[in-house]
């Protein structure tokens, strides 16, 4: 059956999401390697070292996401079939193959839901040299909709996928001199869905060889449902250098190959495909997919005691996320679903500027490119290079309880929606579905507010 992509437009590159701290939104995340403090954790596990507090943060953030996926000339090639031979009686000839518009909604509107995104964590010193922390994270995570009459019904219906890291740190100080490590423990749960077309559509419009056959295109769409779930690990290190004027930062995020099992659902297939048995419940399918690694690098220059100013570079390995594999699916073939992604860049610059000794002012700029090369992009992932717009403030209610608020706009790159896909594969109804739409009005507003107590 035609396989399903395991991913969707988020609010940074492909479908990583970035926002695990409401101060790192605020400066569109150009010193999260290099600073100080519990709410950097996620970027630089060194980031606790050297702390003379306990430090506790949560943050909450809304994602608002604002697109258009609109057709251009999708189309669906269906292979010519042996009617006759099927059926036993050879007089009735073939059903021709051939290429044909997809139909269906030609818009549609903020495919991508708005998401909602919590995130914590707690650090403590363990004497004067080590410090203990724990955060929560959600880094790849996304909730999608297309309507079941859409153009783009046969690469995407419904996807859901949510990823839950739990990381543990220890970090360990000396001087100015930080050095942190710790595990990557994540659990992810998917839900992805598509439409399975046809090969054989009931008589209309199609040309068919044989005595008295004609008629126009009425299709009967099936429909496959994966739901999966797997717990994997992987790792992150890192170190800091600071002294009066500077904060240097070097870290690395591991990939993480993920093994999903679940069910699998195929129904909806009438005629031939449905006497085959090709409707089916499977109910140990396996996906695998391996998310990136990056490799982080910043600094955070101390202009005057109110005036920092931030730099981040961040190298993504996407190219990790090559194939989706697909396993053990009853009576259909393993498939390996080819991604192609190639790894990118990020490059953010900020501010931090001290208002008042208890009110402080950020800003930034991100640059973010895409992974996704043309030819590539799905309807679950019309993913564009974007720049991203920050602004955010902390202020100080006590001497040991901050609150934090951030906001930013990104402005998301038109590009081509040009992936082929198809259905069937390796059997003689293989179906080729031509994705040729546009994703345009792209953009996204993120709002977070968060606090840190200290004791």
């Keep these: 059956m035609s396989a399903l992509a395991m991913a969707g437009q988020a609010h940074a590159a492909a479908f990583y999401i970035q926002e695990q701290s409401t101060k790192g939104l605020g400066r569109a995340f150009s010193g999260e390697v290099s600073e100080q403090g519990a709410q950097q954790m996620w970027w630089n596990p060194a980031a606790i070292g050297g702390i003379d507090s306990i430090q506790n943060y949560v943050g909450f953030t809304a994602i608002i996401p604002h697109a258009d996926a609109t057709n251009v000339n999708s189309t669906i090639t269906r292979p010519g079939f042996p009617l006759g031979a099927a059926v036993g009686i050879p007089a009735l ?141 992987g790792f992150s290190a890192g170190f800091q250098y600071h002294n009066d004027k500077i904060d240097l930062g070097v870290s690395y995020k591991s990939k993480i190959k993920h093994h999903l099992k679940g069910h699998l659902i195929i129904d909806g297939l009438t005629g031939l495909l449905a006497t085959q048995g090709a409707n089916q419940r499977v109910d140990d399918a396996h ?102 717009f920050a602004a955010g403030t902390s202020y100080a209610m006590t001497s040991h309880f901050t609150i934090d608020a951030g906001a930013s706009y990104d402005k998301i790159k038109s590009n081509p929606i040009d992936k082929t896909e198809a259905a069937y594969v390796g059997t003689p109804l293989q179906t080729i579905i031509q994705n040729d739409g546009v994703l345009h009005n792209a953009n996204a507003v993120i709002l977070s507010i968060g606090g840190s107590v200290t004791f």
Excluded: C
Excluded at 202 to 222: E, F, K, M, R, Y
Excluded at 300 to 305: G, L
């Design 93 to 233: 000839g073939n059903i021709a193959g051939g290429t044909y518009p997809v139909g269906g909604s030609q818009n549609t509107h903020n495919p991508i839901n708005t998401g909602y995104l919590p995130n914590g964590g707690f650090a403590l010193p363990l004497g004067d040299s080590l410090a203990f922390g724990f955060t929560m994270t959600s880094p790849y995570s996304f909730t999608s909709n297309y309507d079941a009459d859409s153009w783009a019904r046969y690469a995407a219906d419904k996807s859901r996928l949510r990823t839950f890291d739990l990381q543990p740190v220890l970090a360990y100080h000396r001087g100015g001199l930080s050095i942190g490590a710790g595990p990557n423990v994540e659990y992810v749960r998917a839900t992805l869905s598509n439409y399975l077309p046809d090969p054989l559509p009931s008589l209309a419009g199609i040309p068919v060889v044989g005595p008295g056959l004609s008629a126009a295109l009425n299709t009967n769409d099936g429909h496959q449902y994966l739901k999966g779930s797997g717990w994997d690990v």
């Design 287 to 388: 996906a695998d997919f391996t998310t990136p690694w990056q490799v982080i690098f910043g600094a955070r220059y101390h202009v005057t005691p109110r005036l920092t100013l931030n730099g981040q570079i961040t190298r993504f390995g996407w190219s990790k996320f090559d194939a989706i594999n697909l396993s053990n699916l009853g009576a259909n073939a393993d498939q390996s679903v080819p991604e192609k992604y190639h790894n990118s860049w990020t490059y953010a610059g900020g501010v931090d500027f001290k208002v008042t000794p208890v009110w402080t002012l950020r800003a930034g700029v991100q640059r973010d490119l895409s992974p996704i090369g043309a030819g590539e992009r799905d309807p679950r992932v019309p993913d564009g290079n974007r720049w991203n």
